[in-house]
């Protein structure tokens, strides 16, 4: 994944940080990110000293610098079910959504793309859109069942299109989702019922 060209300093600043390191837990603390990398962790004083320009971001509870929440749909379902987003609409919504999973401490994202035909975006789309984000996102590209009454099938190789059942096992759809996936150990097939 390419980085994003960002140089700006973003200050994630709580009232406690839990580190699970030897900087152990730090009251009124902060976390220094420049663009998917964090630069610093440690009391606000010492952070805000070293990095008087950066944009501020006050999260309301702990924040665990390095926490991954390695099964997220924040792109491509989330701006849907939370705010009712439109493909007009998407990409503010999946925002919203990430800059809420840093607030919460979460620094890392394993997206999870299945072909939601709602908002009907391709892999290389959300891929571009997460490059944009001051987060570091990898992507999973898989297919998903919904247990509905008929049964609806996606698949992100087809792009967001309702997929037909055959598409879940369609051996160059396969190799599609092998190739785009960018972290091992993740499903590339999910049944879920409403």
């Known amino acids: 994944m390419a980085e994003p060209e960002m140089t700006a300093v973003q200050i994630l600043r709580a009232p406690k940080i839990v580190t699970v390191s030897p900087f152990g837990t730090i009251e009124d603390g902060a976390v220094a990110v420049i663009g998917t990398t964090i630069a610093a962790v440690g009391a606000w004083s010492e952070v805000s000293a070293a ?53 919460g401490g979460v620094t890392s994202l394993g997206e999870h793309i299945l072909g939601f035909f709602v908002l009907g975006r391709t892999v290389a789309e959300y891929k571009e859109f997460r490059d944009t984000l001051p987060i570091r996102v990898v992507i999973s590209a898989g297919t998903c069942s919904l247990g509905t009454d008929p049964p609806v099938y996606m698949c992100s190789a087809l792009g967001g299109t309702i997929a037909p059942r055959e598409a879940l096992v369609d051996p160059k759809a396969l190799e599609f989702m092998a190739r785009e996936t960018e972290f091992p150990g993740e499903h590339a097939m999910g049944t879920f019922t409403p």
Request: aromatic fraction near 8%; hydrophobic fraction near 40%; proline fraction near 8%.
């Open 51 to 103: 990095y008087p320009d950066a944009d501020v971001t006050m999260s309301p509870g702990v924040l665990s610098p390095g926490l991954i929440d390695c099964h997220a749909h924040n792109l491509e379902f989330g701006p849907s079910t939370a705010f009712g987003a439109t493909k007009e609409s998407q990409w503010s919504g999946a925002k919203a959504l990430v800059e809420k999973a840093l607030r």
